[in-house]
């Protein structure tokens, strides 16, 4: 792994935020409302499931720059009704996940200042959280579009960004729970396939963990 490259793409967790939900939201252009029973890489979920899954995920990472801080057992944007701001994602899971794509990266992108965000009893800089949810954006974003039928893959230069980082955020204590292990690929795999196959996934497969 090269040190300097990690640092820079956890420095500018932001950027890579904002190029993450960017290729998201074109895979939101895939969703039909006959696609939201299709099966997703994520064998326990439906499309819908999925969305709904964004949705609370992008709540999340707006609490967590809003605040500093994030309670996971109870992660929901304290000022306001959410409902109010993005639609229901209930009755229109892609509005809402859109509505909130936009709220969430413009409070990130406003925010001042490197900071640190405090996840339970942890701290962590803000490069490092906005990093982790680009990681997690892109792969749902691939998923989404897997969901929909089409093979849509990660640009080259945010998978390679985003590989230098999955070291860091994934232990080996995560697999088998939180994340599926990681997909055998042969060894002229692209970006795209390295970076959603470190996750478990292939094209065609599922996959236990999300």
Known sequence: MNAGSTTAALTGGVALLERAMGYTLGSLQLVTSAAMSNRTPCSEWDLRALLLHMNDSLLTMHEAIAVGHLDL??????????????????????????????????????????????????????????????????????????????????????????????????????????????????????PSDRLVGYFGRVSG???SHS
């Open 205 to 207: 497969s599922r996959t």
């Open 73 to 190: 057992e109870d992660a929901t944007v304290t000022h306001g009704d959410p409902t109010a701001h993005y639609g229901d994602p209930a009755v229109d899971p892609v509005a809402s996940l859109r509505n909130r794509a936009c709220r969430m990266v413009g409070a990130w992108a406003n925010a001042r200042g490197s900071g640190e965000i405090s996840i339970v009893d942890r701290e962590l800089t803000s490069g490092i959280v906005a990093a982790t949810g680009a990681v997690e954006v892109t792969v749902h974003g691939w998923d989404v579009a897997r969901a929909c039928g089409q093979d849509r893959p990660v640009p080259p230069a945010l998978a390679l960004e985003l590989l230098e980082l999955c070291p860091l955020l994934v232990s080996a204590a995560d697999r088998g729970t939180r994340f599926a292990l990681p997909a055998y690929l042969p060894p002229d795999a692209g």
